[in-house]
């Protein structure tokens, strides 16, 4: 009798298991799909910015559709301000189904010009080696025609720099991250994985390394 007993509950049991299991992972997947779209967004959102008008409506684009918080402003010296946002997988990273991966966008306005677009992702789970890429377009007088590639902490990083000058091919290769990363089992091990084409992009620029990527200290473990 005992024995029916169990059985009679068991089966039950183990159904109800299998359905929350399931449940899980199809959550797990909705979530995963929807911070990779939202990194790809962001990263399109970068690629579409060519002047002020752009990066106006960009920015507004992002407000009405995650709220006025998802833009960080922010004042600099020589009047630079600065709108930064960006998009993580921090939910993931604390299941330790995938490493810790951010991706930000900042867009950098002076007396309501356009200066430049940074685009930057980081990915990896401190103490051990971090991978990352910092991309940056200049679009003021200043900038350079050319686009030039710091290799100095190869492979792990690398940065990217050009003016709005550039040829749409290779500024296209330059803002083409890679948002597999977000969902990656893993991880990606290398400025290569993070964006694909970085060492065939320019000139190799030594000895050179932009003032807020040396000092960045990425969130949740970066």
């Not at 409506?57 to 004042?75: C, P, V, Y």
């Not at 990273?93 to 490493?99: D, H, K, N, T």
């Not at 290398?190 to 200290?217: C, I, M, N, Q």
Request: one cysteine or more; a positive charge.
């Amino acid at each position: 009798m005992t024995l029916q007993l169990t059985r009679t509950w068991l089966r039950p049991a183990v159904v109800v298991l299998a359905v929350v299991i399931g449940l899980f992972a199809l959550g797990i997947t909705i979530y995963a799909a929807h911070i990779r779209a939202s990194a790809a967004a962001l990263i399109k959102s970068a690629r579409e910015i060519r002047s002020t008008a752009d990066a106006q409506r960009e920015i507004a684009a992002w407000k009405s559709r995650s709220g006025t918080q998802f833009w960080e402003e922010s004042d600099h010296l020589g009047g630079d301000h600065n709108y930064d946002a960006h998009v993580d997988n921090v939910l993931l990273s604390r299941l330790r189904i995938v490493e810790p991966t951010n991706v930000t966008l900042g867009v950098t306005m002076n007396d309501g010009k356009l200066r430049s677009v940074t685009l930057m992702m980081f990915t990896g789970r401190l103490p051990s080696t971090t991978s990352g890429v910092w991309i940056q377009e200049w679009f003021d007088s200043r900038a350079v025609g050319d686009l030039r590639v710091n290799a100095k902490d190869r492979p792990w990083k690398a940065t990217v720099e050009f003016s709005s000058l550039v040829p749409e091919v290779q500024r296209e290769e330059a803002f083409a991250l890679n948002n597999k990363c977000f969902v990656r089992p893993g991880g990606c091990k290398s400025a290569e994985d993070v964006l694909p084409a970085v060492w065939k992009l320019g000139a190799p620029l030594s000895g050179y390394l932009p003032p807020r990527f040396s000092t960045l200290v990425p969130e949740h473990g970066y």
